[in-house]
């Protein structure tokens, strides 16, 4: 396990980055916000308030840890040489923050030789905190959480996001065809790091989605693991942008085999 007085202090610094970054998206939205760029397609955006999220982080980070390595969703990058690397989404779920609902948040992870060791995600809009350390148990504005227990495979409610790359979206919906019918329902939020944490706290039972990148998925993995929740991608692998799923046992196996039967991974 890695040194205890370390992990307090990688948990410090995210709790105060995720939760600065969260009160600035907050407070400091424009009522004109727009589109400053695109991504993947023409609807994967970044507003300028993502910008400035990652630049407040960044700062943040720098202050308290200049030889830490940093990797961030709108462009930051470089290995630093102390063996932390923090993964950041200055703000998951941009396109629900660009149109007022309240599905959005601030990711902050700290990787310890490549390992996510303390996640913090701040959901400002609906006023909460997660939070975990590895070992440590999962937290929610410093109560411990955990995963429901497995219902059976027909009860599960499942949440899911879809790419943005239109072919890609196109195969996703194909394979929810096949696996709504035999599960409770499906919930589809908009922000994976919020999706992972919801299931953290027992308001989902399982989540999958393909595509995701590092820093959709650090904080809110560890969260899910924390709170009771298995990991993993298709069979044997650890979730990566072609499959990620969680959910705890029991419903982890069920969905993960289905989702490689329909061949969720690929088009």
Request: glycine share 12%.
């Amino acid at each position: 396990m890695p040194n205890p007085e370390l992990l307090a202090e990688l948990l410090d610094v995210a709790v105060d980055a995720a939760t600065r970054a969260g009160d600035l998206l907050r407070d400091g939205r424009p009522a004109d916000l727009g589109v400053a760029a695109t991504k993947s397609s023409p609807v994967d955006v970044v507003t300028e308030m993502d910008l400035a999220s990652e630049k407040l982080i960044l700062e943040l980070i720098g202050r308290h840890r200049p030889e830490d390595g940093y990797l961030g969703e709108e462009g930051a990058d470089h290995p630093g040489s102390s063996g932390v690397r923090w993964v950041v989404d200055p703000l998951d779920g941009t396109v629900n923050y660009l149109y007022g609902l309240p599905s959005w948040g601030v990711s902050v992870a700290a990787e310890l030789d490549g390992r996510a060791v303390v996640g913090v995600v701040a959901v400002p809009a609906r006023g909460e905190l997660f939070q975990a350390v590895l070992g440590g148990g999962a937290r929610l504005d410093g109560r411990p959480i955990s995963c429901r227990p497995a219902p059976p495979w027909g009860q599960a409610l499942v949440g899911t996001g879809f790419n943005y790359v239109r072919e890609v979206r196109a195969h996703q919906a194909q394979v929810l065809l096949a696996l709504m019918p035999e599960v409770r329902d499906i919930r589809r939020a908009g922000a994976a790091a919020v999706d992972l944490c919801d299931l953290a706290a027992g308001r989902l039972d399982a989540f999958y989605e393909r595509g995701l990148k590092p820093w959709d998925m650090a904080a809110g993995m560890l969260i899910a693991r924390e709170a009771g929740a298995l990991a993993g991608g298709r069979p044997g692998e650890e979730p990566d942008g072609d499959l990620a799923v969680a959910a705890p046992p029991g419903v982890f196996e069920r969905l993960q085999s289905r989702l490689d039967a329909l061949g969720a991974w690929h088009d």
